[in-house]
């Protein structure tokens, strides 16, 4: 679909040619805070889309609340407490679980693996470099964040690729290449208390029950047996949160690590001065942030209006779905000078893509930054150069967004 400044942000189509920039400048520069209506029968929202309104709402909870979903989508009150996470709450109760699980995400917990992930990185690389041409998403981007998550998680090597294909299929729900239950295209009411309404929820579910009876041995020193071992001091979780949870990493921890290496892929196929940039080796402390903010692929997060507010000089009403645009508020011109070029030695970087400003930072920030900068790392030190053989594939999502498919031709 062309974007020509007014695609509608309310349609999954109008990301299956990546994100319409042009539309999200124009609402920037005419009305940052725009009523959308949605024309599958939803009640509409607002998109926020300057980098400013986003800090504002995302910084107060109070007026605007996670406690009735992150997504677009409206749920019933049951839906909700069916499947939501500790990211759709607000505090307190969002910092008791948050608590429980910070430890093991914090820098210090994930520095631990910087060994391992470069030993992951240069096989992962070596065996890629072995061919001349290949799907860049399938054989780099995706490879080192799946085999990561088996690392965090605990669980075993042979169960990876099954978790990562029902996480696409949860969070690509609307992508009819992830899953056969594309959400706005069919009857999706049988899976409606199940995680992003889809039928991998129940799969995964059955998986978390079966780490929680002990019928699927875990890593003790995995996140899921800290946190049961923790949970079971505190009394934090109770079973369907626990299993809530391991969707959300199984998902959140595996695909937005991997858009954001495949949008570096993507841009150092467009601009060869890239690969020398980061071959300088002069670099690496600001790269990941720029191609993460560049990827921004958690496109937005939902908040609802507590009670009669004001944002952006519009009128804002309790109970309205007030949707923060972090993939347009990283390409505010007001915050980011040139936000369309990819500037590897930005900074400052005060991007939004881990959710700043709130108390739902995302979790998994020090690990993806440190898988990109250490993939890249290993790869750009055995590239000589990188070219597209096509154009390439973007999931159909206004929620996330990405290439999922990029075929490249490599120098040695």
């Not at 890629?128 to 998680?153: C, Q, Y």
Request: charged content about 25%.
């Amino acid at each position: 679909m062309i974007d020509d400044g007014h695609l509608d942000l309310s349609s999954h189509d109008a990301f299956s040619g990546g994100v319409p920039h042009r539309t999200f400048a124009r609402l920037r520069a005419e009305e940052p805070v725009h009523w959308t209506p949605e024309h599958d029968g939803g009640r509409g929202f607002w998109s926020v889309t300057r980098h400013a309104d986003i800090l504002t709402a995302n910084g107060n909870n109070a007026v605007f609340s996670s406690g009735q979903g992150i997504r677009i989508e409206d749920q019933t009150r049951e839906e909700y407490l069916a499947r939501r996470t500790f990211q759709e709450t607000d505090p307190p109760e969002h910092r008791i679980t948050r608590k429980l699980v910070n430890p093991a995400f914090s820098r210090p917990a994930i520095t631990r693996y910087e060994a391992m992930i470069r030993s992951l990185a240069a096989e992962i690389v070596d065996e890629a470099l072995s061919n001349d041409e290949f799907d860049a998403v399938e054989v780099l981007a995706k490879r080192l964040p799946m085999m990561m998550l088996g690392r965090i998680l605990g669980v075993p090597d042979a169960d990876l690729p099954w978790l990562v294909e029902k996480g696409d299929a949860l969070i690509g729900n609307s992508d009819p290449d992830f899953t056969d239950t594309v959400i706005d295209k069919m009857d999706t009411q049988a899976y409606r208390f199940m995680p992003f309404r889809s039928p991998a929820g129940v799969e995964l579910y059955d998986y978390a029950d079966a780490v929680l009876r002990g019928d699927k041995p875990v890593d003790p020193e995995g996140v899921l047996a800290r946190v049961m071992a923790a949970n079971a001091a505190d009394g934090v979780m109770e079973a369907r949160d626990f299993k809530n949870f391991f969707c959300l990493l199984v998902a959140a921890g595996n695909d937005t690590t991997r858009y954001s290496i495949s949008m570096a892929l993507y841009e150092l196929t467009r601009d060869p001065s890239l690969l020398a940039q980061l071959r300088s080796g002069t670099v690496w402390d600001t790269a990941a942030d720029e191609f993460i903010r560049l990827a921004s692929p958690t496109m937005h997060f939902r908040r609802t209006a507590t009670g009669d507010t004001e944002l952006g000089g519009q009128a804002i009403r309790a109970g309205d779905k007030v949707i923060l645009w972090f993939v347009s508020g990283n390409r505010d011109a007001q915050v980011f000078d040139q936000p369309d070029r990819v500037n590897l030695a930005r900074n400052p970087n005060p991007h939004l893509a881990f959710g700043q400003g709130g108390v739902h930072l995302c979790l998994g920030m020090w690990l993806a930054r440190l898988e990109i900068r250490v993939l890249l790392e290993e790869l750009s030190s055995r590239l000589a150069g990188i070219e597209a053989l096509g154009e390439p594939a973007w999931t159909r999502s206004n929620f996330i967004c990405g290439v999922k498919s990029l075929p490249v031709r490599i120098r040695r």
